[in-house]
């Protein structure tokens, strides 16, 4: 089963207006690290917002939120006012602890590619 | 903000050619990663690497690759005969504590191409 689904390949957005990426998960762990990252055409990779299983408050970092859904294992990126800036490659991840409390690697989503409409 | 370092940007190598792929995490840190992410395909796992050893590696992480330490600021990968399939961006990141709660810092990558 895949770890993290990312179910829209594609999405447009109007500019300035917002817009949900979605991501499920599947894991067993009570406690475990959700992320978005961005990875515009240039190539790297940024992070943009965190949240954890325990994390009771959504997470927000600026004009990204994440909406968190902990019984139905979702975890929406939730981009408000859109900008052209935005257009970008987005990606879900996930980081599951050992048994040992260090974390495993994070697996990520296949992306969602995002593009800003002027 | 600190930034990981990879070097070079791009590499371009003959089919059967050994490479190697350097990495600067940011300084105080700890738990070191390789990823890698062929065109148009998701990031995937390669190692993570914490007290000179490896902690956790992915099947595509076979007896061709190795990395290593040399000294107290590189992180190196290396691809000891590459084949056409190794062509992709491959992302060395860092973390402080390697929990699961902590992001990992990443940088912008090396376009490994083989020919």
């Known amino acids: 089963a895949q770890k993290i689904t990312q179910t829209q390949p594609g999405m447009f957005v109007q500019e300035k207006e917002a817009v949900t990426l979605d991501c499920t998960y599947d894991?067993?762990?009570?406690?475990?690290?959700l992320f978005w990252y961005k990875q515009p055409s240039s190539g790297e990779m940024i992070f943009l917002i965190y949240?954890?299983?325990?994390?009771?408050q959504n997470a927000t970092e600026g004009r990204y939120s994440l909406n968190f859904q902990k019984a139905r294992k979702s975890a929406n990126l939730v981009i408000s006012a859109s900008q052209l800036g935005d257009s970008a490659m987005y990606f879900c991840?996930?980081?599951?602890?050992?048994?040992?409390?260090?974390?495993?690697?994070?697996?990520f989503g296949s992306g969602t590619q995002l593009t800003v409409l002027p | 903000e600190p930034e990981v370092t990879q070097t070079p940007s791009h590499q371009v190598t003959q089919m059967g050619q050994e490479v190697i792929l350097r990495c600067v995490p940011i300084?105080?840190?700890?738990?070191f990663y390789w990823y890698r992410q062929i065109l148009g395909q998701k990031v995937e796992f390669l190692v993570s690497?914490?007290?000179?050893?490896?902690?956790?590696k992915s099947e595509i992480f076979d007896d061709q690759f190795s990395v290593e330490r040399p000294d107290g600021s590189n992180f190196t990968l290396k691809i000891r005969s590459t084949k056409l399939e190794d062509s992709a961006m491959y992302f060395c990141?860092?973390?402080?504590?390697?929990?699961?709660?902590?992001?990992?810092?990443f940088g912008s990558g090396t376009q490994l191409s083989v020919l």
């Open positions: 990141a860092s973390s402080k504590q390697g929990v699961a709660n902590e992001k990992l810092f």
């Open positions: 894991t067993s762990d009570q406690s475990y690290g």
């Open positions: 949240q954890g299983s325990y994390d009771e």
């Open positions: 991840a996930m980081r599951e602890p050992f048994s040992s409390g260090s974390a495993r690697q994070l697996t």
């Open positions: 300084s105080n840190h700890l738990y």
């Open positions: 690497f914490y007290n000179n050893e490896i902690s956790e």
